[in-house]
């Protein structure tokens, strides 16, 4: 166990739809960091907050929105579903503003299977 | 911009062969280096990194990487491979210092393969 808890696990639903994924950083990190990994573009950097503020944006679409709670949980939110959005989504957090210097510990991930 | 080359996308060896997976960056100024690997199912769990410093690093489950700043490598190496390291490993960059960014950048990954 990481300690960065992801939910849910597995998540099917057709296109069109909206679905919220979560995650829990490790006890004592303040940074979140979503990724999409898929076979063809590997793992793709979206957004990270850093204590309740956005801090750093990437490869993310104007369909999907992240935000950070008061608890440092973190929600990643997709929208009109496409079934190019099918992946596995992990958070990964870290103690600072930055991953320079520690690097990540990332979730288990959530599996998005658009149908 | 960073970025992260991992030649080999599939590396077969054999039970305690040599492990070696290469990567390449592409950094104005020296980086943060780190390797991740990620079995079935799972998360990526970090293997090792490279800060500053010695630029031989060990790591877990017997991995070791050398940071070469002239070759801007960071290959990963184990002198003998075991049926538990059959798993994808992925090389990432972090910006340097004074650099804009904070994520890491992560290349798409080589799959290593154990054979008996």
């Known amino acids: 166990d990481s300690g960065v808890t992801q939910t849910p696990k597995h998540l099917i639903t057709a296109t069109g739809q909206r679905v919220t994924l979560r995650c829990s950083p490790r006890?004592?990190?303040?940074?979140v960091y979503w990724y999409q990994q898929s076979l063809d573009q590997g793992l793709q950097f979206l957004i990270q907050?850093?204590?309740?503020?956005?801090?750093a944006k990437g490869n993310i679409l104007e369909r999907f929105s992240a935000q950070q709670f008061p608890d440092l949980h973190s929600e990643l939110n997709l929208s009109s579903l496409e079934l190019g959005d099918s992946a596995l989504y992990f958070c990964?957090?870290?103690?600072?503003?930055?991953?320079?210097?520690?690097?990540?510990?990332f979730g288990s991930g959530t599996r998005l299977t658009v149908v | 911009a960073q970025s992260v080359t991992q030649l080999g996308s599939h590396v077969s060896v054999s039970e305690g062969a040599l492990v070696l997976l290469r990567c390449n960056y592409s950094?104005?100024?020296?980086?943060?280096l780190f390797w991740y690997v990620q079995y079935p199912n799972q998360g990526l769990q970090l293997l090792l990194k490279?800060?500053?410093?010695?630029?031989l690093v060990k790591g877990i489950n017997g991995f070791e990487a050398e940071f070469k700043k002239s070759e801007t490598s960071f290959h990963l190496t184990k002198p003998s491979a075991h049926m538990s390291d059959a798993a994808e490993y992925f090389c990432?960059?972090?910006?340097?210092?004074?650099?804009?960014?904070?994520?890491?950048?992560f290349g798409k990954g080589t799959t290593l393969s154990v054979s008996s």
């Open positions: 990964a957090s870290s103690p600072t503003g930055t991953a320079k210097a520690y690097g990540y510990t």
């Open positions: 990432a960059v972090g910006p340097g210092d004074n650099q804009a960014g904070t994520a890491l950048i």
């Open positions: 907050y850093y204590n309740g503020e956005e801090r």
């Open positions: 490279y800060t500053t410093g010695a630029t």
């Open positions: 006890s004592g990190d303040l940074s």
């Open positions: 950094s104005s100024v020296p980086p943060y």
